[in-house]
């Protein structure tokens, strides 16, 4: 999964950007919602955001290791 989301951001970088600034969105969002309205059941949009946060950063590792253009 990971190494199929790192050729996917390479081919498709303008889609990465997005899901990037979607999952950043639902972050700051739930955030503001869970601190203003003190509902925990804004932490869900946090649970949402670490599956992603992981796929990202294990995607970003095999792209800097293996389809790196510096080799």
């Known amino acids: 999964m990971f190494r199929a989301y790192a050729h996917f951001s390479?081919?498709?970088p303008?889609?990465?950007y997005t899901?990037?600034?979607i999952v950043l969105a639902v972050f700051i969002t739930s955030?503001?919602?869970l601190l203003a309205n003190e509902n925990l059941t804004f932490a869900s949009g946090i649970l949402f955001v670490v599956l992603p946060t992981i796929v990202f950063a294990r995607s970003s590792d095999y792209k800097?290791?293996?389809l790196s253009?510096?080799?």
């Open 31 to 33: 955030c503001y919602q």
């Open 69 to 71: 253009t510096n080799s």
């Open 10 to 12: 390479v081919n498709h």
């Open 64 to 66: 800097r290791k293996y």
């Open 14 to 16: 303008l889609m990465h």
């Open 19 to 21: 899901n990037l600034l």
